[in-house]
C-alpha cells in the first residue's frame, strides 16, 4: 500500500525522479548540530511562553468561549479537534485546533479541499482566518511545539512523504511551529502539486539550518501580513 495517501491525493507518486531536479538531486545537509545551544533554546522557549501567556490571558480567555459556543450551536460534535502529529525527535504528540468539519474518518488522510462538504459554516471562517489554529497555543504551553517552526503533518501523510523524500524527517529535529518560513511566503492549506511541496520542504530545512530569535520574529511579523494579503489559499 505504499504511497496510497499521496497517490490518492496527486494520482501518481511522490517519487524523487517527479519533482527533483539539477541542484535539488544534491543531499540537503542539515547543520543543526552547528545551530544548537542550550542559551539559545531557553531563549526561544522564553519567547514562546511569552507570546503564548499574552495571547492566553489576552485573547484565548475570551476568544475560545465565543468559538466555542459557536462551533456548538452550528454541527454536533467536541469544540477542540486533536490528532496525532510528529514533534521534535519524531516524537507523536496530540496537536489541537478547533474543530472545522464534520466528523469523518478521513480527517488523518485528505486534505481539506476548496469547497469540502466536510466543512462547516463556522468551520470555513476559522480555516480562512486561520483562527482555527489557535488551540495550539495549549501545545506551545505544554512544550510540543514552538511559535515558530516547520509546520507538522497528520502523521499517516507525513510517514507517506518521509518514504519519498531523502531526510524528510530530519525537519523535526526542532520543534514543529504554529506558523513557519514556508506558511510566511505564502505557503498554506492545500498542497497542490509536486513542486509546491518540495518547495516547502526545503523551506523548512532552511529554516533547521539558520533559526534564531530575530529569524523567528521576522517570520511572525511576515505570517501577519501573509494572512491579511495572501489568504487565498486558505480554506
Known sequence: ??????ER????????????KGQQEAKIRVLYGKNDSYQKRLIKRVFDLTVSVFTTVFVLSWLFPLIGILIKLDSKGPVLFKQQRHGRGNKVFYCYKFRTMIKNNEADTRQATQNDSRITRVGKFLRKSSLDELP???NVLLGD???VGPRPHAVPMNLEFAKEIGGFMQRHRVKPGITGLAQCKGYRGEIVNFQELHSRFRLDFFYVRKWCLLFDIKIVIETVVSLLTKNEKAY
Open 1 to 6: 500500500m505504499e504511497n496510497v495517501l499521496v
Open 9 to 20: 491525493k496527486f494520482g501518481q507518486s511522490l517519487r524523487k525522479g517527479n519533482f527533483v
Open 136 to 138: 495550539q497555543i495549549l
Open 145 to 147: 511545539m514552538s511559535i
